[in-house]
Nanobody, 122 residues
């Protein structure tokens, strides 16, 4: 019912910036809360950020608060993750996800993108 495709990943030096995009199709985008998660090799998938249907409420993991910004454009069916002051520990595969309920817990989300690699060099 919902298809999500991430873009904008790549390799960046520590201290640099990157913007991820997630384009949604197949359903009414504004019906869904959106979240970003990441997973590094050998680690559990962890919550990064979430945004409410209207974009009026956001939530961030403590490790990225103040550096990352989540936003959405319902007219373009797209959610963004602006990542500034990147650190090597931010290196991971990043996933966008949608769900009827807002949550920082991955199993609460119904649909997931394929993931996109972000690598931060030291």
């Amino acid at each position: 019912q919902v298809q999500l495709v991430e873009s904008g990943g790549g390799l960046v030096q520590a201290g640099g910036s990157l913007r991820l995009s997630c384009a949604a199709s197949g359903s009414t985008f504004s019906n869904y809360n959106m979240g970003w998660f990441r997973q590094a090799p050998g680690k559990e998938r962890e919550f990064v950020a979430a945004i409410s249907r209207s974009g009026g409420s956001t939530n961030y993991a403590g490790s990225v608060k103040g550096r990352f910004t989540i936003s959405r454009d319902n007219g373009k069916n797209t959610v963004y993750l602006q990542m500034n002051s990147l650190k090597p520990e931010d290196t991971a595969v990043y996933y966008c996800a949608s769900g009827r309920l807002g949550s920082a817990y991955a199993p609460a989300y119904d649909y997931w993108g394929q993931g996109i690699q972000v690598t931060v060099s030291s």
